[in-house]
């Protein structure tokens, strides 16, 4: 006799209330008995099968989701399961750009934040669609015209980690965001922004977010491929390592948009690294888009939606586990200029385990040994160890080493971080404003290890020596007080590059580091200062500033440039103003340069729009570009001149204090032309950030102090 829940109870019923009816009546014959039934009922529940969740489908989410979104996003998570409008905030630099789409419609919803949030509302709207809202834009801004709940998609253009917090409080809070995605990394780690810089201001973004509760998600960068492959494609998982240890301790979502694992699938048979690199290298490159340059950056459209969806993934369901983990990251100190690590790989599945393990090159330095061919029974693990030789001007108390690991069709690059060892030597002094000519760069000397560090230190700057001695007690640290003289003279040059060297001895162990240092005297106006160029030679270009009551004006005269139009254009120029007040001037910020372009012939030059917080962190305002001149002009003894002109209205944050050298503009002016770059200060820092910027005073008679910067 087969019982189902159901009919057990009715039955159990049937006979409760029976038996309370006629109490005394005898079972008729061939009927089961009250206690028959009840044991049946009973046998019947037992093998009854277990409950189970019912399959995922449209429009629902498993437990485990719903856990996850919980704790990330709740606040967004409840508007979507209500079909509620989500407003996310998309800050981006290049990872942003998308190939056109058809139709006309906003590139962005072919970008992986579109395909991201196309895949949200999927999962958790009936109806509806993805808005892209952008100012002034002449793109259609949804794909079809689908009436119900949208997601809204508000893009917010930044250059640069450094860049992201002013973007978000100028223009990314104009709204009312529910979310904001930080989708920044891929230029920073290009260019070499500090991995300092790029973790204050990620941590300044999360605190300004989450005071307006406001929920974040971090998209860590995709991977740079410019050949030769094996030298650029650790270039941004410095970065990538900073974004994912941050956002774990800041407890906010983080999805690697480098991650091999989802993008590629290199063949499984080429099992050697000599054959599996070039191959897996090849693969990656053709999602992307070469530009003329040289820089491989722009992703295709294959490579977005594969972003998208690794974004969404890491959204609903966390990162997928690979066959392998990486355990017990240790450093150890090694020969000079060399830092050695080791890290237990393990295989965590099933079956038995080949792996390629190739350590990748960064900025800090070069792997020089390695074992890059392993195999790990199932659940057994290997020690591997590496040495990397570091560069020169490497100062800092942390090595971030790319791990890239192929096993057959499944690859992924793991970032590893370990102190350096035996000491972290790094620069504290960041950019310094003002310098009136004695200068300590702030030389710091960290033990890592667990022994008392004793040795010596010797500095060398222009025709300057200072030396010392240290011992250092287990993480404690040594800041030698050094004095030395800029030159800071009258008839000195405006700009100069003087290298700082330090050498460092550990019980006769001798690290050797350099770093540059640029000192820039204060400009004044009316002031006629050469420019630099990238490529070392002598420039007869001159710039100047002049300025009244009403406007800001720049003078660049054009000496020994042959203008030619090539693409629509002959020049190309970038003006960089940093027009808070003084005393804010003197922290960090950014700023969004000035963009100029125009032909060989005399006659207007283009200005192009203008950031919202173009002259500033605290700016938040629409500039129309309109309203800065730009002028080519020719004097009859044939001497090119442009002439830019921007109102003194624009610069209402600034105190606009003529004669005055503390009334100041954090300034900088890039030219490119003729074939040339030709540069007014140069830095290693993004030439958005404020530090990057030297002074003018707005005064005919500049003070004699300086701004300089330890690169």
Known sequence: MTFTRSITLAALSATFAGAQTVPDLANPPGKPTLEQLKSAALDAETRLPAAAAAAKGYFQITDAQRDRLSRFLPRTLLKLTRRERVHIVVIGDGMLDAPAAKGGIDPLLKAFPGVFARLLANQFYFTGDVRVVRQDSTFASKERPVMGPEIVLQPVAASSMVQAMTALTSEGFQGTPDLVLLALGFEDGVSGTPLADVESNLRGVIGAAKARKIEVIVAGPMLQASEPAEASLGLTRGVAGVLREVSAEEKVLFSDLGDLARLIAPPSELAEGYQSFP???????????????GIVSPASNELHVAMGGI??????????????????????????????????????????????????PTAAGKPQDASPELTLAPGSSQTIEIVYALSSSFMEEKLHVPLLIISGSTSRIEDLTVPVLPAGVMVGTRTTFNHEGIFNPGVQITNHGTQKLAGSWAVAFKDQQASGKFDIEPEGRETPVLKLDLGLKADAPVRQKVPLKLQVDLNGQKLDFTRQVEIVRNLGL???????????QESPVKLQFDAD??????ICDLHGLDLVDAGGRAFDATLHLDARRYGQRLTPGAVD???????????????????????????????????????LSSTPDGLRRLTISLPRSYLYDHEWALNNGNSQLGVNFTLRAAGRTLFLTSSERHPDDAESLTVLELTDKPTLRATVKVE
Do not use: C
């Open 526 to 536: 009316k002031q006629a200062v050469p420019l630099h160029a990238t490529d070392g």
């Open 279 to 293: 191959v897996l290298a090849r693969q990656y490159q053709s999602r992307l888009i070469a530009e003329p340059d």
């Open 311 to 360: 974004m969404f993934e890491d959204v609903m369901d966390g990162v997928p586990a690979v066959p392998w983990t990486i355990e017990k990251v240790t450093g150890k100190a090694a020969e000079a200029g060399k830092q050695q690590l080791s890290a237990e790989v393990r295989n965590t599945g099933k079956t038995p385990l080949r792996l390629t393990v190739l350590p990748l």
């Open 593 to 631: 340069g000035i963009r100029i372009h125009g032909r060989a012939g005399d006659g207007d030059a283009t200005v192009e729009k203008l950031a919202p917080w173009a002259f500033g962190t605290g700016y938040a305002a629409e500039f129309d570009e309109k309203e800065i001149k730009a002028t």
């Open 549 to 554: 009551g009403q406007k800001l004006f720049v």
